[in-house]
Each structure stands twice: as C-alpha cells, then as structure tokens.
C-alpha cells in the first residue's frame, strides 16, 4: 500500500465514513465509504475499497489500480454482478470475460478501476435472472424476457457507481464500456465522461444471440458486421529460404 494512498484514504474515512447526503438517481442512493486493503491478484496488485448505502444494505466495492483518489481521466469499468459468469463461468454471457479483460488491462495500467455493483442480472436479481433464462431457453431473446417478466430490458441505476467515483473525489473518467446508457446516466449525475475505451469480447456460440440482442436492441456498441477478409492472391506465396518441405506442404 502506497503511503500516498494511505494517507489519502484515511482523510477520506475521517471526513467521509459518516457522510450523508440527499442522495442520487431515482432510489436517492447515498453511498459512504467503509474500508480499503491491499488486494493482489492473478491480474496484478490492486487496492479493495467497499461501500455501503443507505437505500438496501448491498455492499459495493471498487478495485482500484495506482493512485486514483482525487484523480482526472481514471480508466473506468462498471461491471455488474453475475454470478452464472463470473463465478460459474457461464457460457450464456460474457460477463466473466469482460471483468476478467478489464482487471488485465487495469492492472497493466498507471491507475484505473473496477467497480463492482452488485446489480444481478441487469438489476432484476439472481431469481428472476434464472427465470429469465428458461424463457430465453423456450425461445425469447435476452429482452423480451426481461419485458415478459415485468420489467424493462435493462433495469440497473449507475447512481450507486457515481457516488463511489464522487465519493473518491474522482474529477472524471476513461469509461470502459460498450453501453452508452453507462456514458449517459454517469454524465446525468454529475461525472464528467471524458472518453469512451471500448471492451468487446469475442462471442461464442452460446452468447453470439444474447450479444446481438444487446447490440440491436439495447443500442449496446458492438459491431457484428465486420468486413469479409479475402485473399489478395490465389497461389500461396513462396519466401526466399523455404525448403523443399515448406514448399510441398503449401500444395497439400
């Protein structure tokens, strides 16, 4: 742990652990900080902050690379919680590639961060997610599931995520995302989004559909199109210093 950080965190504890406030978002979240530790990883070494909030006990945590407190232009990930993903490694999302890609590439990184919200299921929770696949396995894609259930497509609120950067006195972020709904909600409550870094994993045959539903009706910013790559030549090409071996094997 970095004195710096130390220090900044304790300021932090002193002046904010009995923080209080009028809250944000449609729940009047107000979120106060409660603890930070050393955290290293398989990804890299990282610091652990936790949160807590006034509105239903959920602990929130944010995992934090460098010297981020007070800092401008954080690299950010909002991750949701998943537990088929990200503990069971559940094929049906791409939940678990995605934290795992974002705590590689931040712990590669001067500073950043991932907050992880426990927001289940893009906010309708773990039972309803279950209930939302059985209709998906009886043919409904990923929001017309959501909908049949009674809810919208996408029923998460960034407040929570926001108070915890405002909380840090994070004065604007990188955000690592491919939903602009993230980029509009923290920019709603007061975060200055400063540019976007996009996170695209590569889908598989069990989530390509649920990817493609996110991209065509949740507005999400994932280009399944490509281009079609075509060979510039027919006969394959020969290097100087190929032997006779390397030669044959291209007429194979």
């Known amino acids: ?40 990883t398989r990804f890299g070494d990282f610091h652990i902050i936790a949160f807590e909030n006034n509105r239903d006990g959920k602990e929130h945590v944010a995992i934090t690379k460098g010297d981020v407190i007070g800092a401008s232009d954080v690299p950010v990930r909002l991750h949701s919680e998943c537990l088929t993903g990200d503990v069971v490694g559940s094929l049906r999302c791409d939940c678990r590639d995605q934290l795992e890609t974002a705590l590689k590439t931040i712990g590669q990184m001067e500073k950043g961060m991932v907050l992880y919200l426990r927001q289940e299921g893009r906010g309708i929770g773990l039972i309803n997610k279950i209930r939302a696949y059985s209709l998906q396995d009886e043919g409904l894609d990923t929001v017309e599931a959501n909908l049949a259930l009674g809810f919208r497509d996408d029923e998460r609120d960034y407040a929570v995520a926001a108070h915890m950067l405002m909380s840090l006195k994070i004065k604007s972020v990188q955000l690592m995302t491919n939903n602009p709904k993230k980029i509009n909600q923290l920019t709603q409550y007061g975060i200055e989004v400063n540019g976007r870094i996009p996170h695209i994993m590569a889908p598989n045959e069990y989530n390509r559909f649920y990817l493609e539903t996110k991209a065509i009706k949740s507005g999400h910013m994932i280009d399944f199109r490509g281009k079609e790559h075509l060979r510039e030549q027919y006969d394959d090409p020969i290097v100087e210093g190929m032997s006779e071996d390397q030669i044959g094997a291209l007429n194979d």
């Open 1 to 40: 742990m970095t004195t710096t950080m130390h220090e900044k965190f304790d300021i932090l504890l002193e002046t904010e652990g009995d923080h209080e406030c009028e809250g944000l978002g449609r729940d009047k979240v107000c979120v106060r900080i409660v603890a930070m530790a050393e955290l290293p």
